[in-house]
């Protein structure tokens, strides 16, 4: 959806960009197809656009002195965050079409290709979240929980022919999407990863490049977790 950054990038590599929003369905066909006619073939597909819920300072607080209540055993203080309560309709939908529909509309835009040729290979990104939710973010969890066996159905159905659908589920990685987190958050995330850092967004990019490429021939419908040991 960024122009300017897919254009920058498009320079650095060599190649094209197609701006689009990943929930339209008939964008993400024309935008596949026009690749397929400029190359001749399609490859890889990675389905890695997303987002996430916007932060709440007031939430942060509430949950600090949550955490609080429980070290002194006072559970009977503690404030419900009602997270799930106050999610609206719009927020819920948004999160599960970026992410729900953005990787299926991207995976059936690539077998219609990658199965008649009989090969290809298509990354979708989840989360640790997906495999490991967390409380405060349910629309995200169940968003990257579907992706995880939508990943394992797909890649079992075109694994006889030649089309390679994988997964990976990135754990707490510094990227622009924790930018807008508050700073005690991520202190306390920190705290519970094993490795004791975010993790690199090139750290993530080996994983997705190996399950792209030839390396992960054997590989169907599998799910893979780099997560610094918090998955
Ligand atoms: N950063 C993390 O800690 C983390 C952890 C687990 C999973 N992930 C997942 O990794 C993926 C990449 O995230 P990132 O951390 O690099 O964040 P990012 O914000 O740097 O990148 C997300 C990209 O998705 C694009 N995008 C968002 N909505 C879109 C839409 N509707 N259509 C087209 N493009 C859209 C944005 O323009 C942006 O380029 C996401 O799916 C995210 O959920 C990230």
């Known amino acids: ?23 339209d369905s008939v964008a993400f ?12 073939r399609l490859d890889i597909v990675i389905n890695n656009a997303g987002i996430a819920p916007p932060p ?6 509430q949950m600090m002195l949550n955490q609080m209540a429980r070290m002194e055993d006072r559970i009977d203080d503690l404030v419900p965050p009602d997270s799930t309560v ?10 599960i079409r970026v992410h729900l529909h953005g ?6 835009a690539a077998l219609r290709h990658m199965t008649p040729a009989r090969s290809g290979a298509v990354v979708n990104v989840s989360s640790v979240l997906g495999l490991r939710p967390m409380s405060g973010a ?3 969890a169940a968003a990257k929980a579907g992706i995880i066996a939508f990943t394992k159905s797909v890649g079992q159905e075109v694994a006889p022919f030649g089309v390679r659908v994988n997964a990976v589920c990135p754990g707490w990685i510094d990227t622009p999407l924790l930018a807008p987190m508050d700073p005690i958050m991520i202190a306390g995330i920190k705290m519970s990863i094993p490795r004791g850092r975010l993790g690199r967004a090139e750290e993530l990019a080996e994983l997705v490049r190996f399950l792209a490429g030839p390396e992960s021939s054997y590989c169907n419908g599998d799910i893979f977790a780099a997560s ?4």
Do not use: P, Q
């Open 86 to 95: 106050d999610l609206s309709d719009a927020d819920w939908d948004r999160m």
């Open 56 to 61: 709440d300072s007031s939430r942060v607080e």
């Open 228 to 231: 610094g040991g918090f998955a």
């Open 103 to 108: 990787t299926f509309y991207g995976t059936r």
């Open 1 to 23: 959806m960024n122009a300017e950054a897919a254009a920058s990038m498009a320079i650095e590599l060599g190649g094209d960009t197609a701006v689009f929003d990943v929930t």
């Open 29 to 40: 066909d024309t935008e596949v197809d026009k690749a397929v006619e400029r190359h001749g």
């Open 138 to 140: 349910a629309h995200y």
